[in-house]
């Protein structure tokens, strides 16, 4: 036999254990494989960078001013948060940097640093920590009257701020405020950084300004110009306060239009505020999610109560009966209508509706009328006037000068030696006890004139008989309008004393009437709404001064303008090209109707808006007037300062809900302003970016309050009590 016949089963039973070894390898792998994803979890991970875009421009990032620019705000509530913050969840103001101590009288707001706290341009040989030098620089520096920003320094009014240990600092009030709290969420700025600088430059400190130093859970890294944007770095800071957050780096993209920033979504993993096509809906990115969210806001049209025009109640209670607010807000394609300024209150149980019939009533009220009202009341006392007496003469005449009219009446009404218009009654020729009389119209005594002439009838002992209203015109055009407009004042009076006699399409009401020349006529569908006048004549006209931007306001100006022009109301738009130009006008109360947006922060105080302190002190010299008078409405009442006043002080829950529900109904009585809508907005994201909840914002930088939970990287981490020793166990147990 060959010897190669017997190597054969050799090499067989080496294949046969290869092929047993890799199966065993491969089902190994398969089962460890298996119990590794079954006894796992996915958790976020530290890492990655998140890159946002936003629409704007950057100003120099000094938490003091900072009012007016979102794109700010963003990155300084990173960078230099305050000594407390505000959390969407509860709606509260919590703590930050320090822990708060409030006493139970509401004066003496103690704040205690939390322990280990540095600024960033900390080093182990230059140490910086955060301390009670800061608080007090922050604050009493805007309490110097050569502070720049008036506004911010408003906040800090009649409050004493002392240093109570190296960590610990009081702000003593004069007087009670609840929402106290509020201002101590600005920004925290390190003493050091400013050293030299005088107070009135602080604004131009572009040092800090462009390379901010904060205590915040990000560093400022960089500020780079590109192309397309302007970029700034932040890097994630290790502090020893919680919480701790995951994202390594934050870079936010400035752009200076929308347009800019989509040509570099690839790169973005958010948008800052996103906004509508022309069809009303949110232009987001393909594979981006949007959260749509509204902050305590409102747009509403405020009533300049110095003006005249607008100081009677009952006028602004038609235009706001008559504004269809649900047309308004749909044609610019938001949702959510407001009917106060106070924003806590839930107000589903009661809206303004919609009622031109009641609007009609109170603009009745307030003696401004259509002009074909106006004229229809004057024809209805003369018809009343002429209806009764014993002189009968047509109410319309058509006599060429030098003819005359002739009247005749009873002598035992008018005896002789009584008199018509002055010229003695002659006794009728037929001596049929009559009288009668040619009024003459060329001129003199008891000559008829053109136009409306009141004839007199005197006795003989000159007591007044009678009186009668005559119309005379001598063109024939205008004696058939006369006639027309006469037939209809019958027409009129017929449909309301005898309305069931005559049918519903032939009734006549003053809807039906349109003054084309002075005088009535039946209106057409094609006759545009007059405007109103009041006694005197003035027309009802007024000005509304919006802004240039948001883009929206235009369009609610222009409808504001057709819905009360159907009302009889005329206004007229202004919307300066510039905001300069547009916050010269506001400051200096230019307008009759204000369009305007007002946010009432995180404390939703509405004192500063409604408290007459807030009005306008309007003189000769435009440097008197004040940059913080937020009263648009120069509102004054004495019901509702006491009740703003008590919202702010107390601290009983129900007082304050009583005062706010009181102070509700004497809002909605005086009609200051008429209240629109809250706008909503909408922040989108990237799919990837997980853990993304922004709760309910008060600034659109709130939404970075949550940032701590946002995460771009995932790991798997065995679940509690498992590891690869339970492998075993677990094998076991599969089997």
Known sequence: MDSDTFRKP???????????????????????????????????TAGGTYIEGSVGEMQPLIPWFTVQNDVNKDILSLVSPG?????????????????????????????????????????????????????????QTIQDPEFPNPI?????????????????????????????????????????SFEGVPIPKLEQALGFGFAPIGAGPYKFKSLVQT?????????????????????????????????????????????????????GDYMVPRRFKAVEYFLPQYVALFFNLDHTIL?????????????????????????????????????????????????????????????????????????????????????????????????????????????????????????????????????????????????????????????????????????????????????????????????????????????EKGMLRKRLSTDPQDIRVNDVGDRLSLTLLTSPSPPQYKKIAEEVAEQWAKLGVHVGVIIPET????????????????????SLLDNLDAYPYWHSSGIQKLTDSKFDLRIDAYNLSQYSSIAADGLLEVIRQTGDDKERQDALSELQETLKNDVPALFLYSPYYAFAYHEQVKGMEIGALSLHSDRFTTLHNWYLKEDLIFKPGKSWWSFIPWLFTSL
Do not use: C
Not at 13 to 38: E, N, P
Not at 239 to 254: A, G, N, S
């Open 10 to 44: 050799a090499l067989n039973y080496k294949t046969v254990l290869s092929a047993l070894g890799i199966v065993f390898f491969l089902t190994l792998l398969i089962l460890l494989r298996k119990f590794y994803y079954s006894n796992t979890v996915v958790v976020p």
């Open 152 to 192: 911010l320094q408003q906040n800090f009014l009649g409050v004493t701020i002392e240093k109570v240990d190296n960590r610990t600092v009081q702000f003593r009030l004069d007087d009670p405020y609840s929402f106290f709290a509020s201002n101590l969420t600005l920004g925290l700025i390190p003493k050091r």
């Open 311 to 515: 100081s009677d109640k009952s006028l602004r209670l038609g235009l706001q009966l008559g504004t269809d607010k649900q047309h308004l807000v749909e044609s610019i394609d938001e949702s959510l209508i407001v009917d106060t300024p106070l924003m806590e209150l839930d107000t589903t149980d009661w809206r303004y509706t919609y009622d031109p019939a009641a609007a009609q009533g109170a603009f009745f009220e307030s003696n401004w009328h259509l002009p074909e009202k106006v004229r229809l009341q004057r024809l209805l006392e003369i018809h009343e006037a002429n209806s009764v007496g014993s002189l009968q003469i047509a109410p319309i005449v058509l006599l060429d000068t030098g003819a005359a009219l002739s009247v005749s009446g009873l002598l035992s009404d008018a005896p002789l030696g009584s008199t018509l218009n002055g010229l003695p009654v002659q006794p009728d020729s037929t001596n049929t006890g009559s009288w009668v009389i040619a009024l003459p119209t060329y001129g003199g005594t008891g000559s008829l004139s053109l136009g409306t002439n009141l004839v007199r009838l005197i006795d003989d002992k000159g007591d007044p008989v009678d009186s009668f209203y005559v119309w005379r015109t001598a063109d024939n055009r205008k004696y058939k309008r006369a006639s027309v407009e006469q037939d209809l004042v019958e027409a009129f009076i017929s449909s309301r004393t005898a309305s069931e006699e005559i049918p519903e399409e032939d009734r006549i009401s003053i809807a039906n009437l349109y003054l």
């Open 579 to 598: 905001r300069v130009e547009f916050e010269e006008k506001l400051l200096a109360r230019e307008y009759d109707l204000l369009l305007f947006g007002q």
């Open 227 to 279: 192309e397309l944007s302007t970029e700034i770095t932040l890097e994630r800071y290790k502090r020893p306060i919680q919480p701790d957050y995951r994202l390594e780096q934050i870079i936010l993209r400035i752009f200076p239009d929308y347009p800019t920033l989509l040509s570099d979504i690839r790169n973005l993993d958010s948008i800052r505020h996103v906004p509508r096509n022309d069809g």
């Open 83 to 139: 000594l407390l913050k505000y959390d969407p969840e509860s709606k509260n103001i919590k703590d930050d940097l320090a822990t708060l101590l409030v006493s139970d009288e509401g004066r003496i707001y103690t704040v205690k640093l939390k322990e280990g706290l540095v600024w960033h341009d900390s080093t182990s040989e230059l140490p910086h920590p955060v301390t009670a030098e800061d608080i007090l620089f922050t604050f």
